[in-house]
């Protein structure tokens, strides 16, 4: 219960910084989507692990940071970074415009749904009752 009441800064044993209160209590009701550790990603896509967590930084893979400060990854994030790795080796693009270009893929995705939505319901009859 003492845990619960302490600063971050005093649970992480961080001597002179600034303790950060959050507003929210979040808790979670399911179990987390982030489920895969750093080196299962990096073994599971061949790449160091260092160029990982280079892809986090960058934006480019999605994460989440643990108590420790350990990143988890979500069951999609070796096909992320195999996106990534065609972009980089197909196109010859650096990381910033692979970020721009996965942001624009992302976009059309999502227009395209809404398209095809639209257009079944435009298939459906109506009815005026």
Not at 2 to 30: F, H, I, K, M, W
Not at 58 to 85: C, K, N, Y
Request: a positive charge; charged letters at 25%; hydrophobic letters at 40%.
């Amino acid at each position: 219960m003492r845990d619960e009441r302490r600063s971050p800064a005093e649970s992480t044993g961080q001597a002179g910084t600034r303790a950060a209160y959050p507003l929210v209590r979040v808790y979670r009701t399911g179990p987390s989507p982030y489920q895969l550790p750093m080196a299962g990603v990096a073994g599971r896509s061949g790449l160091p692990a260092e160029l990982v967590s280079r892809f986090v930084a960058l934006g480019l893979v999605d994460a989440e940071r643990d108590a420790r400060g350990r990143l988890w990854f979500r069951t999609s994030a070796p096909s992320a970074i195999a996106r990534v790795q065609r972009l980089r080796d197909g196109l010859c693009l650096n990381y910033a415009a692979i970020g721009v270009v996965l942001d624009l893929l992302d976009r059309i995705e999502s227009l395209e749904t809404a398209l095809r939505r639209s257009e079944r319901a435009a298939k459906e009859p109506t009815t005026w009752t």
